[in-house]
């Protein structure tokens, strides 16, 4: 059977952000938004993509799972001797975004992986 990739996109129907009502609080929301999603029983809600670069630029991603949070930052876990660990080594500046399936929100975080995330063994 043969189907278009893009006829696989679903059509989410939701409020939208407002601004004005909104949490201004970017941690505050985040955990607004996990909450839901271990509330709704999405699958793996502590699931997120993890991009790096290397030194030259050239970047990378991977599925890594958030082991805490606070107001320090992120808490993930990795081998300083993997590939991401040679990439934070190299670039410690990452970027890393939650899809948390049919609940309609996501949430994005750049951060300098030295400062906000806690990696090791």
Known sequence: MKFKTADLRENYIAKGLDENTIEKNPLKLFEIWFNYAVEKKVL?????????????GIPSARIV??????????VFFTNYRSFKG???????KAAFSFLVGNV??????????????????
């Open 104 to 121: 309609s929100k996501t949430n994005k975080n750049r951060r300098n992986s030295r400062e906000s995330l806690v990696w090791g063994i």
């Open 44 to 56: 793996e809600p502590n699931a997120m993509t993890l991009a790096t670069a290397n030194r030259g």
């Open 65 to 74: 799972l958030l082991k805490d949070y606070s107001e320090k930052g992120f």
């Open 86 to 92: 040679e990439q934070l080594e190299q670039n410690p």
